[in-house]
């Protein structure tokens, strides 16, 4: 058993390592990454870490608890380019331990539960695709899973502790991402007479106590948001106060999508343990739901997935912290199965690997799909590599049943590696707006006039190390600014590729394009 947790703890920790190292073979992927780091830049810049800006401008859409991550690591060891692409990976490392913590309050006796539970995370695809990205859902999961714990030791008698650990989780959650916290949160509070089954807690009582929980984390959160509102100014104080999250999930237009939106996707999101049988025979086990733990689990996934698919904003990213009770609804199946070793159904993930090989060594010679300008780039060594995952994967399945999620969780996180590295490989060109950074700070450095065209998102700020703000024009403002800077230059994204320019740059599936003034009548800015 010593041995097995030792197998467990250090090759989950070399298996994140791995996945982590992709992060330095790719540039910060436009326009979220770029964005962001330029705000954390822009703040450091500035020396102002209670209100963060973008391209000179406030910038009220996200709060700073990922950006002050980014700058507690500079302020230790100096500015350098490494540590921001460590802050999401550090932060996965800590939910899989918070999911290994949460294994054992719910089942204490079985250990083998919960060193599988964080493995099992880990590989799942949508978390694995995730888990590098400078993005603000990991973090916000570090916190969802911390009111998780405060939940169950509330369950287990200690109220102030729980209460605590879930007020805390709020405020950390609203620095992190907003108000959308409380969506992870209060349902599975409010029904928690659903999955614990008991009246130690009367539902008035809980409410009571959540109301507290709530209005405690607000006024922790409300420590950085109102010195923050004063100095950001009017407009911004009522960005941060409400408008940040609350618009943007209830009413916006943004990402809206239909009811049943994320439905086609969830296959694809829990994937590859959807798909192998020994889970359902486990989830199929008489008794199942008469576990703690597993009403639990469903009762937050289930209402995390209903919430947000009845709320009209929707993202993949955005399901990201139901993931967890997922991963441990699976290693609770597996507890029941594993005496059961079913060839048969064992066969099923090697062979959906290897379907995947193949269909990427396919995948440039297959028409319907050469109108995506990165399917041309693709190289057959891709689907080569996850065929002999794929293959290595079944030989362990057969050999070494007894560490199948190790197999499992090892073959996808390769797969997704090797994934990462192949497809930023083959569209560097498109993905790595360092190039036009260069010519930006270039253009400082000797004094030449440009201007931005269209919707500015950061894109070129961290990544030229530029210490000025990009002026940006409306479409109504190029003429009269070509004219005045008649040896200037523009700059535009835009979906075709013009025939000329002063410099092109590949913005994933568009074109930045550099234009002296004289061609602003070419301007075809999105």
Partial sequence: MIVSNHIYRWGLVLLWMLLTSAVFTRAPIPIDETRYLTVAWEMWQRGDFLVPYLNGQTYSHKPPMLFWLMQLGWAVLGFNDGWPRLVGPLVALLDLFLVRQIALKLWPKQIELANQAPWILLASLLWTLFATSTMFDILLTAWVLIAMLGLLDLLQGRAIKGWLLV??????????????????????????????????????????????????????????????????????????????????????????????????????????????????????????????????????????????????????????????????????????????????????????????????????????????????????????????VAVFLALSLFYWPKFSVLAISAAMVVAIFAGLICFFQYNRDSYDLTPAALQVKAFNEQGVDYAFVGNYQGQLNYLGHLTQALPVLKSDQVSAWAEQHPQGYLISLEKQRPETAFRLQGHREYWLVFRSSAQFNELKPL
Avoid at 184 to 209: E, Q
Avoid at 284 to 294: A, E, I, N, S, W
Avoid at 315 to 321: A, T
Avoid at 357 to 367: A, E, Q, T, Y
Wanted: glycine content about 6%; some cysteine; overall charge positive.
């Fill in 167 to 388: 007020a805390f989780a709020i405020a950390c959650g609203l620095l992190a991402k907003g108000p959308v916290i409380f969506l992870h949160i209060v349902p599975t509070t409010l029904l928690m007479a659903v999955w614990a089954r008991t009246d130690a807690l009367p539902f008035i009582r809980l409410s009571i106590g959540l109301i507290l929980a709530i209005l405690l984390g607000i006024a922790l959160a409300l420590v950085w948001a109102l010195p923050a509102a004063m100095a950001g100014g009017e407009e911004y104080a009522g960005a941060i106060l409400w408008h940040q999250t609350a618009d943007r999930a209830v009413s916006t237009n943004i990402h809206k999508r239909g009811l049943f939106w994320y439905l086609p996707f969830l296959p694809l999101f829990l994937f590859p343990w959807l798909f192998w049988g020994r889970v359902w025979q486990g989830f199929r086990l008489p008794g199942f739901l008469q576990d703690l733990g597993v009403r639990f689990c469903l009762v937050w996934l289930l209402a995390t997935t209903v919430l947000f698919s009845v709320l009209p904003s929707k993202q993949i990213h955005y399901l990201i912290p139901m993931l967890p009770a997922f991963a441990l609804l699976v290693a609770r199946a597996l507890t029941q199965t594993q005496s059961n070793i079913a060839l048969k159904s064992d066969i099923v993930l090697p062979l959906m690997l290897a379907a995947i090989g193949v269909f990427l060594m396919c995948l440039p010679s297959i028409p319907a799909l050469n109108s995506y300008g990165w399917v041309q780039n693709v190289e057959r060594e891709w689907g080569l590599t996850v065929l002999t």
